[in-house]
């Protein structure tokens, strides 16, 4: 492999989506690796929000129906702009809420599970409060999480195998909660292949794509998933806090929500405000109540340059830049002496998401060292150093830059000098 910075310069002018990378606020001095976390602002984003905010300012309460697009409608207009991103139809994705509210009224709505189906699977390397929220929805449903909640686990620390979540689905499961990428290794689980397990033994499947939405293309609806839902800050580049995404199945529309709010009225009727709730009838009838336009505006923008980007392509180029990571990290000796990275993501693309999680004892720190030469990664406990190149704005030679600082740290011991412990946020 040509590990010279020249071969970087190289792929980057070769790069198909290398002009989107002058849309984003990218910072000199500042290699940002944590697109993965929080996604950068760009220009398409920053006009959509302030086009919100100049409807407020000229329009107030009229800009609900006549700006442009109207605010009333504004959260199905952005789900229908989202569902090619997984493969559904323009009703089956709803833009609402977060993450985690969404897996509370999805599961809320899929209960009350029969009596003999009343777990729920999960893994044990699980986003934290994809977990709390079961085993509170458990709970609320009289249930017991200790018996209830099925925590596959994982051999080795760093994987899940989809036979062993597979061989949990005993006929007492009512449903299977799963990342599609996991958040500190970066694998990628088979999802056709656990919907299809899954419904064969009588399961439902939803599916947390916080980590693939926007980088992986999915294929819900021919898949046949039951549900997801997914956070639209990270990959998506919606901005802190930006309004989440959900999908429903259609075979479900008929299901009442989990958590019923006026907002998910038929909008034909909802200024009608009567006291008996009449759903929208597809994935909007599971918003709850007045969604946060300042939140939601920036994923006007940032959709409109998913779809012209076109997500196959932000796949193959996120990939291509895993690879690089990976091949450039192994040809500098870097998982040799002294170094000991070790590469704790799948090298199949059929099981890799967006990032690339370095492993090193010295992890904490060695994030910290990365920091202060000006390179942007995260930490997640134990040892696993993040990186992820974001296809839309992530140069190969930024790449480069940031694995000659890996190289360098240890080098130079530069990690040594930096305090243990992660810092408050990692
Ligand atoms: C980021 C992330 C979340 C965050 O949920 P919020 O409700 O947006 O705070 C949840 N689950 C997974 C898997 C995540 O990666």
């Given at each position: 492999?040509?590990?010279?910075?020249?071969?970087?310069?190289?792929?980057?002018?070769?790069?198909?989506?290398?002009?989107?990378?002058?849309?984003?606020?990218?910072?000199?001095?500042?290699?940002?690796?944590?697109?993965?976390?929080?996604?950068?602002?760009?220009?398409?984003?920053?006009?959509?929000?302030?086009?919100?905010?100049?409807?407020?300012?000229?329009?107030?309460?009229?800009?609900?129906?006549?700006?442009?697009?109207?605010?009333?409608?504004?959260?199905?207009?952005?789900?229908?702009?989202?569902?090619?991103?997984?493969?559904?139809?323009?009703?089956?994705?709803?833009?609402?809420?977060?993450?985690?509210?969404?897996?509370?009224?999805?599961?809320?709505?899929?209960?009350?599970?029969?009596?003999?189906?009343?777990?729920?699977?999960?893994?044990?390397?699980?986003?934290?409060?994809?977990?709390?929220?079961?085993?509170?929805?458990?709970?609320?449903?009289?249930?017991?999480?200790?018996?209830?909640?099925?925590?596959?686990?994982?051999?080795?620390?760093?994987?899940?195998?989809?036979?062993?979540?597979?061989?949990?689905?005993?006929?007492?499961?009512?449903?299977?909660?799963?990342?599609?990428?996991?958040?500190?290794?970066?694998?990628?689980?088979?999802?056709?292949?656990?919907?299809?397990?899954?419904?064969?033994?009588?399961?439902?499947?939803?599916?947390?794509?916080?980590?693939?939405?926007?980088?992986?293309?999915?294929?819900?609806?021919?898949?046949?998933?039951?549900?997801?839902?997914?956070?639209?800050?990270?990959?998506?580049?919606?901005?802190?806090?930006?309004?989440?995404?959900?999908?429903?199945?259609?075979?479900?529309?008929?299901?009442?929500?989990?958590?019923?709010?006026?907002?998910?009225?038929?909008?034909?009727?909802?200024?009608?405000?009567?006291?008996?709730?009449?759903?929208?009838?597809?994935?909007?009838?599971?918003?709850?109540?007045?969604?946060?336009?300042?939140?939601?505006?920036?994923?006007?923008?940032?959709?409109?340059?998913?779809?012209?980007?076109?997500?196959?392509?932000?796949?193959?180029?996120?990939?291509?830049?895993?690879?690089?990571?990976?091949?450039?990290?192994?040809?500098?000796?870097?998982?040799?002496?002294?170094?000991?990275?070790?590469?704790?993501?799948?090298?199949?693309?059929?099981?890799?998401?967006?990032?690339?999680?370095?492993?090193?004892?010295?992890?904490?720190?060695?994030?910290?060292a990365?920091?202060?030469?000006?390179?942007?990664?995260?930490?997640?406990?134990?040892?696993?150093?993040?990186?992820?190149?974001?296809?839309?704005?992530?140069?190969?030679?930024?790449?480069?830059?940031?694995?000659?600082h890996?190289k360098a740290i240890i080098d130079e011991r530069t990690y040594e000098a930096?305090?243990?412990?992660?810092?408050?946020?990692?």
């Amino acid at each position: 492999m040509d590990t010279s910075r020249d071969e970087a310069r190289r792929r980057d002018a070769a790069d198909p989506l290398r002009p989107y990378r002058d849309r984003f606020y990218t910072q000199p001095g500042t290699i940002y690796l944590d697109g993965n976390s929080l996604g950068l602002l760009s220009r398409d984003a920053e006009q959509t929000l302030l086009r919100v905010l100049e409807e407020w300012k000229t329009l107030g309460i009229e800009a609900w129906l006549n700006a442009d697009p109207p605010w009333f409608t504004l959260t199905e207009s952005l789900g229908a702009l989202m569902a090619p991103l997984v493969g559904a139809e323009p009703d089956e994705v709803i833009v609402t809420a977060s993450t985690t509210v969404n897996l509370h009224t999805l599961v809320a709505g899929f209960f009350p599970l029969t009596p003999t189906r009343r777990k729920i699977i999960t893994t044990s390397l699980d986003f934290p409060s994809d977990i709390y929220a079961l085993q509170s929805q458990i709970r609320l449903h009289g249930g017991d999480p200790a018996t209830d909640l099925i925590v596959v686990p994982s051999r080795d620390g760093r994987l899940i195998e989809e036979e062993d979540i597979v061989a949990a689905m005993t006929p007492d499961v009512a449903m299977a909660i799963l990342p599609a990428v996991y958040y500190r290794s970066g694998q990628l689980l088979d999802i056709a292949r656990l919907t299809a397990a899954a419904h064969a033994r009588g399961v439902l499947i939803g599916i947390d794509g916080c980590h693939s939405v926007g980088l992986v293309p999915h294929q819900f609806d021919r898949w046949g998933v039951d549900f997801a839902f997914w956070c639209s800050y990270k990959y998506l580049n919606s901005g802190p806090g930006g309004t989440a995404g959900l999908y429903l199945n259609r075979r479900h529309f008929g299901i009442a929500p989990g958590m019923t709010g006026w907002w998910g009225s038929d909008k034909a009727t909802q200024f009608d405000m009567r006291h008996a709730f009449a759903g929208a009838g597809n994935a909007g009838a599971w918003q709850i109540g007045t969604p946060p336009l300042l939140s939601t505006a920036p994923l006007h923008g940032s959709l409109m340059m998913f779809a012209e980007a076109g997500i196959e392509n932000i796949r193959a180029a996120s990939l291509a830049r895993t690879d690089y990571l990976i091949a450039l990290i192994e040809a500098m000796g870097l998982t040799d002496a002294p170094y000991y990275y070790g590469i704790g993501t799948p090298r199949d693309h059929a099981r890799r998401g967006g990032h690339v999680a370095v492993e090193h004892a010295e992890g904490t720190r060695i994030a910290k060292a990365l920091k202060m030469k000006g390179v942007i990664p995260d930490f997640r406990p134990p040892n696993i150093v993040r990186l992820a190149p974001i296809a839309l704005y992530t140069s190969y030679e930024e790449c480069w830059q940031a694995v000659q600082h890996l190289k360098a740290i240890i080098d130079e011991r530069t990690y040594e000098a930096v305090a243990s412990g992660r810092e408050l946020v990692a």
